[in-house]
């Protein structure tokens, strides 16, 4: 198997290279490299350049903004932003209930929704876990009861990422009490503003408020923001993580973070010289960019094989990346915050003589700590790593 790309394939790199480095905000680019939170507006202007330019939402179909490019241009593209530094489109629109609105909705839905959420005109959040039901999500009880032209829906959902700037929230709900667990649930479209709704947030560990509880206390819902059919939800919410797991070993985020780490180490004071002039250091992360390379690799035949493959169907060697990809992201946060060291600190404690004669800009080392606590949760999203296993077992060993 040929993994080099040809000539046109290096062109497209030239091209989106230059445009992420280029349109996107340097100051935004930043914020992504040292692991900073981006507010609202961030993000929505990064993503409106993106979608000026036709490249917002480019595995759509084509009616509705996407763009007929092959697995490795798609593959190209993502892997590019991620070294760029440059936010990813908004996952919840663009991977998640895009796809499946183009897919499974209707004339009326697909024309009311689809292009402000390209745009991100509509910002959206997913409402699939609740307590007791994450990866076992079938398990969900949040329920949707049909009073004529409505549902009333009543229940909770958890760990609604980003859903303080949400406009609309999509929802598996539980239609049918009596049938078995996988073959009673609906996928709905909920505008946040309905009454009934209350959004409680949750701090997380390294402070930020990124995830929230939502709470549904007989919120009625037209029931024309049904998509597809009532009880067919399990399969629209396999087809929408087909489309989560897109891209999920992160391999450019990886590499970008592993330049920043060698930058920084050479820099960075450690006894008598720097810590990049620590052996085990430096062994520690060879062991890393071995890794990594040898996870791009694995991804490439994955890409390359994908044109092989009916359309939608996902790839079982994809659970391999996604458990790679997340441990490698949490093994490059462990160097960067190796490589900050005291000054990864809350500024209260490490404030006075320690920064006064520091000889270069350390602020980035305030994020290195958030960054380090926030990827605990990349072996959990997109189906835990341990879920993963149990795929390649069946799937991929024939167990």
């Known amino acids: 198997m040929d ?6 394939e290096t062109a497209f790199r030239d091209e989106v290279r230059t445009f992420f480095r280029t349109e996107i905000p340097a100051e935004i680019r930043k914020k992504v490299s040292e692991g900073r939170g981006l507010s609202r507006d961030d ?15 480019p595995h759509w179909p084509l009616e509705w903004g ?3 490019w092959s697995a490795i241009q798609r593959y190209i593209f993502t892997e590019e932003m991620l070294l760029a530094a440059v936010p990813l489109p908004l996952q919840f629109n663009c991977y998640m209930v895009g796809p499946v609105i183009a897919a499974f909705g209707n004339q009326a839905q697909k024309e009311k929704h689809l292009a402000r959420i390209a745009n991100l005109d509509e910002w959206w959040c997913q409402g699939f876990s609740e307590p007791g039901a994450g990866s076992d999500l079938a398990s969900l009880k949040t329920k949707a009861v049909r009073e004529g032209e409505h549902y009333i829906v009543n229940g909770q959902k958890t760990w609604t990422t980003l859903g303080q700037h949400a406009d609309w929230i999509v929802c598996l709900v539980r239609t049918d009490p009596t049938a078995k667990k996988q073959a009673g649930i609906s996928f709905i479209l909920i505008d946040m503003t309905t009454p009934g709704i209350t959004l409680r947030p949750i701090i997380t560990l390294e402070g930020r408020h990124e995830v929230n509880e939502v709470f549904f206390d007989n919120v009625k819902v037209p029931a024309s923001n049904l998509v597809g059919e009532e009880n067919k939800g399990w399969d629209y919410a396999k087809f929408l993580l087909a489309n989560e797991r897109t891209g999920i070993a992160r391999i450019g985020l ?5 330049a920043r780490i060698k930058r920084l180490a050479k820099e960075m004071p450690a006894g008598e010289g720097t810590m990049w002039e620590d052996a085990a250091f430096r062994e520690r992360l060879a062991e890393v960019e071995i890794e990594l390379k040898a996870l791009e690799i694995t991804q490439m035949r994955v890409v390359a094989a994908q044109g092989k493959r009916a359309p939608g169907k996902p790839d079982p060697a994809s659970s391999i990346l996604k458990i790679k990809g997340s441990q490698l992201q949490q093994a490059t946060t462990e160097l960067l915050l190796e490589v900050a060291g005291p000054f990864s600190l809350a500024a209260p404690v490490r404030s006075g003589d320690l920064t006064n004669d520091w000889p270069f800009d350390h602020d980035w080392a305030d994020a290195a ?5 926030n990827n605990r949760k990349v072996s959990i999203y997109g189906g835990s790593n341990e879920i993963q296993k149990n795929i390649i077992a069946k799937a991929v060993l024939g167990f």
């Open 3 to 8: 993994l080099r790309f040809t000539p046109e």
């Open 43 to 57: 993000m929505v202007t990064s993503q409106r350049i993106m979608n000026a330019k036709g490249w917002a939402v």
């Open 66 to 68: 996407g763009k007929d």
């Open 254 to 258: 990886s590499k970008e973070r592993l």
């Open 369 to 373: 700590a958030a960054s380090y606590f």
